[in-house]
């Protein structure tokens, strides 16, 4: 019976304690280590994050693992933080709570993790430990062990019976460096080993006798080469104490076992007859296009054996046809143009040639370039932050040949103006026939010249708008009547619809601008609210929004996200939200204090006031930045047509003072200030 997989990764890099230096790279390794531990093509394993958490909530976590395990669960934990030595010279992993000076009831002890890995009845259980720099302590307390601290020490092998468990560690030793109460080195470098920890299993590399399989020796054996490649002050070491091989991932990189060539076509390859050798070399041609790979494999090996042995004509022959299968990438440079920071722009490498030529692997030169592979070639991603030039390589190698390209671009801080784009160049003649086109994503400035989802989306938008104005005065049957039934709470919408609709169709604006508003006017604008006759301008906002978000998932340019609230303005949007959001409800308390009868008034008060709450956040959190601001003008613009609309419902006395009413108004308004501030920001 096969048992689970799960992985616990523990990630610390903020802590409380000043004499604790923050780490930059926990919390990117804990994301690209549960990504590919949780991605299906690579492996099954169920993944947990403990992040920035305290040594109590750590240790139950652990403990929480190894205890609810069976004999055939396969357990991985990684632990990315600060190394810490008491003065008795045991090891601690710190937490968001650490004190150097109380190590043993502020951080997590290794001896508890060791026996925890005891008491567990999991027999396959893989420790990595990615411990930076000792950590400080406080001025005043001495450290009796000096010098180096063996983590290996605080994980002794034995014990364990027929279980089997294995340790691998970033280096063989903690090195202690103090400076006072701080660290002498400030280790805010990216981690080396959980990066090639992370690229070994993402892009199979670590899969050495390319079997299919990455197994526990073959990843460490990769860790340990590709660690000392890029920094040769570190050495990883392990501890490994199983039974047979526990086999951790998958790999494409799956080695093609030759098939041999029929018997009389051997013979006829090695003839002395040179025209019985040509005519073979035909054959061995055909076969070479084989969708069998093994057969298409020994065909080449027999090819090249007779371009390398064989008279001048027949060589040139063979050379010829084993051409035809050598790996070759439709280009061999895709260029990006300029993109805009933030965003993740990708594109697509295409693979030319036989089946033989397409079974390739590709390996990235840098962690910002990723490369999903797939049956005809593989989809190549940026995640760059840094502004400037950026220039990369991807490696694409195969059973016949290897091919390099080349990647390059600039990150820049918000798109260009638009421009039409120059005819493109011919290409000069090369001698080989290795690249052609690629699909190279256009630069995010550059809009497509008409997109049919978002001028949809504009039309309804307008529709929207037109259908408003004649409904609005049929609700009245005079200009006195016009403001007292209020039919007047329903123009604001008819000039947010109209210019967001103005929005959807300008060039410039179409792509992001546009839609981002078009969402946030219809998430509260559409709230079921008012005369049954607005029902028709609810349906047209919805579906233009629907259109919008069809229209920015087409565009490849950019890819929408989520991102951490940055920046005062944010802070501020935040809290003109979260007062509208108080304003809404104490006015619906207020109401069915009032009366009962004013309940159902009441709820839609409050369902406004959760859903300006939910869209005042996202409009923060969404990326690209350009469509967040949009969006949160979108609701701002939103709230102020349902507070609008609103106030038409509330009673005429003297017991309801409409002071909620009069929040809400003042912080729907202070947003849309806040948005406008944020959209020059955004510009500039």
Sequence with gaps: MTGERRALIIANGEYDNPGLSALRSPAADAEALAEVLADRAVSEFDVQVVRDETAHVIAGRVEDLFADSAPDDVLLVHF???GLKSESGELFFAARNTRPERLASTAVPADFVQRCMRMSRSRSIVLLLDCCYGGAFSQGVAVRATGEANVLDAFPG??????????ITASNSI????????LADDHARPSVFTSALVDGLRTGDADRDEDGWIALGELYDYLFDSVRERNPNQTPSRDIEM???????RSRRRRIKPSPVPADLRAASEDPNMFTRLGAVTELQRRLTSENLSVAIGAHEVLTTMAQTDIRHIAEAAELARAEARVRAESDVVRFGEVVRGTRPVARVRLGGPPIARACHFASSHSWLQVTEDADGAEISLELSELGAFDGRITVTGPTGEVVVRVEGQVVAEPAPSRP??????????????????EPVRPVEAAPKSEPFAIAAGLLTFAAAVYLVPISFALSHSMED??????????PLVVFATAVGILLLLPNTRRMTGPGALCGLALLSAIPSGPVLLVL??????AGAVCALIAVRRDRSFRLGLGKPRGGLAIAALVAGAAGTAGLVAEAVELIDYSSSRV???TIYLVVSVVLLIGTLLGVLLRPAAFGVAFLGGVAGGGIVMVCVLSYAMPSSSSVTGAGWWIALGAVLALAVVTGFAAREVKS
């Design 80 to 82: 990315s933080c600060h």
């Design 158 to 167: 034995g014990g364990f019976g027929g279980r089997g468990r294995a340790v």
């Design 175 to 182: 090195e202690y460096a103090f400076e006072g109460d701080q």
């Design 243 to 249: 039974q047979g091989e526990l086999y951790l991932a």
């Design 421 to 438: 784009e120059p005819a493109p160049k011919p290409a000069p003649p090369v001698e080989t026939p290795e690249a052609t086109v690629v």
């Design 482 to 491: 016009f403001f007292e039934d209020g039919g007047w709470t329903v123009l």
């Design 537 to 542: 301008t609810d349906g047209c906002l919805l």
């Design 600 to 602: 159902d008034e009441a």
